[in-house]
C-alpha cells in the first residue's frame, strides 16, 4: 500500500543552523503530501502541504517541494530557533485512500 | 472556538475496566479518524468514518468500537482495558477523506 518514509532521529541542532527532515513516498499515482507539526503536549497541526508534482509548500519559514522524479518531499528552514523543537510527520493521502504518516523526526534546537 | 474538540484529555483507569473517548468537530467535515500514538510517538489509525459508515478497520483489537451518532461526533469505546492499551488517542477530520486533517488535543490513556 501507499506510504511514506522519513528520516528517523532523533535530530539536535544549534540555533539558526540549517535544517533538512528527508521524506519519501511510495505510491500507485501521485498522493498529496502533508508535513505536519507536534509541539510537546499538543496535537498535530499542518505545517505544509503540496497535491502535484513540482508544488512547493511552504510556512511560517519551512519549505518542502513535491518532486516526481525522487519520490521525496524533503522539508527544510534556513535557520531554526528553539520554537520548533517538536516532533514532525511527513503524510500523504490519495482520494478514496486513507491518510497515512511517517514514523516522526523529533527535532530539538538549543540555543 | 476549537476544530476538533475530545475529552477527556487525561485518563487513568485500572485494567479491566469500559471508558469511552469522546469525539466533536464543528468543521462540518465528513470523514473523521481515530489515532494511536505510542510512546516512540508512532501514529496508528485505528478508524476512519466517512458519512457515519465505517470505511476503514485496521487490525485493532475488537475490544475498540467507534460509535459515530452523526456525522460531527465519532466516540471510541474500549471494552477491557489492558495495560498494553495505554497511549495518546487522537482524533482527527478532514474533508474528502484527503484534505488537510484537523486534530484534536489528544487523549492521554493509561491503564494501571
Known amino acids: 500500500g501507499d506510504s511514506v518514509t522519513q528520516m528517523e532521529g532523533p535530530v539536535t541542532l544549534s540555533e539558526e543552523a540549517f535544517l533538512t527532515i528527508n521524506c519519501t513516498y511510495t505510491a500507485t499515482g501521485y498522493p498529496s503530501l502533508f508535513w505536519y507539526v507536534q509541539y510537546p503536549g499538543e496535537g498535530l497541526q499542518l505545517l505544509l502541504k503540496?497535491?502535484?508534482?513540482?508544488d512547493k509548500g511552504s510556512n511560517k519559514g519551512f519549505e518542502a517541494t513535491y518532486r516526481k522524479e525522487t519520490t521525496s518531499f524533503h522539508l527544510e528552514k534556513g535557520s531554526v530557533q528553539v520554537s520548533d523543537s517538536a516532533v514532525y510527520f511527513c503524510?500523504?493521502?490519495?482520494?478514496?485512500?486513507?491518510?497515512?504518516f511517517g514514523t516522526g523526526t523529533s527535532l530539538t534546537v538549543i540555543p | 472556538d476549537t476544530a476538533v474538540s475530545q475529552t477527556p484529555k487525561y485518563l487513568v483507569t485500572q485494567m479491566g475496566n469500559d471508558k469511552s473517548i469522546k469525539c466533536e468537530q464543528n468543521?462540518?467535515?465528513?470523514?473523521m479518524y481515530w489515532y494511536k500514538q505510542d510512546s516512540k510517538k508512532f501514529l496508528k489509525i485505528m478508524f476512519s468514518?466517512?458519512?457515519?459508515?465505517?470505511?476503514i478497520n485496521e487490525t485493532v483489537p475488537n475490544r475498540f468500537s467507534p460509535k459515530s451518532p452523526d456525522k460531527a461526533h465519532l466516540n471510541l469505546h474500549i471494552n477491557s482495558l489492558e495495560l498494553g492499551d495505554s497511549a495518546v488517542y487522537f482524533c482527527a477530520s478532514s474533508q474528502g477523506g484527503i484534505a488537510e486533517a484537523f486534530f484534536g488535543q489528544g487523549t492521554r490513556l493509561t491503564v494501571v
Open positions: 468543521l462540518g467535515h465528513d470523514t
Open positions: 468514518y466517512n458519512n457515519k459508515e465505517l470505511i
Open positions: 503540496a497535491t502535484k508534482a513540482d
Open positions: 503524510a500523504g493521502g490519495r482520494t478514496g485512500n486513507q491518510f497515512y
